[in-house]
């Protein structure tokens, strides 16, 4: 014989809405903090990248005792025919650069 409980435990819709609510709001502040993470993380890397090409230019200058470089007026990729690609480990691909002949560098937006 089964028996019937007058007062059943459990949680009311309210109570399930409100614990709803809480958790989308959490929800929402994580994803927003996360956001500012990755947005702050590919300007370090365009920072690195710029860098990474002045050092090799200025790597270049200094192992071949030379002043200047040949200029690049108009912005580029780096490729490996580019006469200091040798002393770069890994050769930047999201952004142009052009430089002058003292070798002082400027990054430009793909």
């Not at 609510?21 to 993470?37: E, P, Q, R």
């Not at 050092?55 to 002043?67: K, R, V």
């Given at each position: ?12 819709l ?19 903090s ?12 365009k ?9 090799a ?8 005792a030379?002043?200047?470089?040949t ?29 002058l ?6 990054q430009?937006e793909?």
């Amino acid at each position: 014989m089964t028996t019937i409980h007058k007062e059943e435990k459990g949680f009311t819709l309210g109570e399930l809405l409100v614990v709803i609510a809480i958790m989308t709001i959490l929800v929402g502040v994580a994803v927003g903090s996360f956001t500012g993470l990755i947005g702050s993380g590919s300007n370090e890397a365009k920072v690195y990248e710029k860098e990474a090409v002045q050092t090799a230019i200025d790597a270049y200058m200094g192992a071949n005792a030379s002043g200047t470089v040949t200029a690049r007026a108009s912005a580029a990729v780096v490729t490996s025919s580019d006469f200091f690609a040798t002393y770069m480990r890994r050769l930047p691909t999201n952004y142009t650069y052009t430089w002058l002949d003292s070798g002082s560098v400027t990054q430009h937006e793909q």
